[in-house]
């Protein structure tokens, strides 16, 4: 069964990758394309105006909505489509946490699925370091990532991820985000660096270090069209399931 698809976004960087990825597949169909500057075409599909999202939500009757914009936008269109009764699957980052809780509520009428990354290869490494951490009690721990200089938000939605799931397996750390003049490493802190350089999809480094050894467990996305198919792959799954909040685990198991 073809699921039928909504982008938002739709001239933007993720949101061409989305239309690209979809343009391949079999299993799902773009209905509906939007951004807020409309009357271009991608990927052979007409943009039309986020402004008229409500109306056109109705008269398409997506499935399932795909959304990679920034925390404001990313917040209009889910309530749009809470109240059209249209899924919602978002890899928008930078949300506060007034945001992610608004967010979060709107999973009552529809369904919704957030992943800061929806890449295969990011849940392997989440899954290393949940691993790796306990296993390495006492070392140092440094994370850092990189994206494309047009990236906003620091440190990235994965890297925050990623520190959530040391958190929860050392207990909460002192984070230290780059360091600047006299700066001695202080005992259990984690050190935080954000880089942003040319157009880099996405790197994220852990590095633990102690007993005259150091352990490096590193992801490098060659194309942001692997966030493209992961994002798809969720909506997919997510089409046709009872309202909640739902999270890219689920679709990988």
């Given at each position: 069964m073809t699921v039928r698809i909504a982008v938002t976004g739709a001239t933007g960087?993720?949101?061409?990758?989305?239309?690209?990825?979809?343009?391949?597949?079999?299993?799902?169909?773009v209905v509906l394309a939007v951004s807020r500057s409309p009357g271009a075409?991608?990927?052979?599909?007409?943009?039309?105006?986020?402004?008229?999202?409500p109306e056109l939500l109705t008269e398409n009757e997506p499935d399932v909505t795909i959304d990679f914009t920034g925390p404001d936008s990313c917040l209009e269109?889910?309530?749009?489509c809470a109240e059209a009764g249209v899924a919602f699957v978002t890899g928008t980052?930078?949300?506060?946490?007034?945001?992610?809780?608004?967010?979060?509520?709107?999973?009552?009428?529809?369904?919704?699925?957030?992943?800061?990354?929806?890449?295969?290869?990011?849940?392997a490494l989440r899954r290393a370091v949940r691993e790796a951490v306990p296993a390495l009690d006492g070392y140092d721990i440094e994370l850092t990532e990189t994206h494309h200089n047009a990236k906003r938000d620091a440190p990235s939605g994965t890297?925050?991820?990623i520190l959530e799931d040391i958190d929860d397996v050392r207990g909460d750390a002192e984070r230290v985000h780059g360091r600047e003049g006299?700066?001695?490493r202080s005992d259990g802190e984690?050190?935080?660096h954000a880089r942003r350089a040319g157009d880099i999809a996405g790197e994220h480094e852990v590095l633990l270090a102690g007993n005259h050894e150091s352990l490096s467990l590193t992801h490098r996305a060659g194309s942001r069209g692997v966030?493209?198919?992961?994002?798809?792959d969720a909506g997919a799954w997510l089409s046709g399931r009872d309202a909640g909040w739902y999270d890219f685990t689920e679709v990988l198991e």
């Open positions: 960087r993720m949101g061409g990758e989305v239309l690209a990825a979809a343009s391949e597949r079999d299993d799902v169909e075409e991608v990927e052979g599909v007409a943009v039309e105006s986020t402004a008229d999202l269109y889910a309530s749009a980052t930078g949300l506060s946490d007034e945001q992610f809780d608004a967010l979060e509520s709107l999973a009552e009428d529809v369904p919704v699925l957030y992943a800061s990354n929806f890449s295969r290869g990011i849940a890297a925050l991820t006299e700066a001695p984690i050190g935080v966030f493209a198919a992961g994002a798809l």
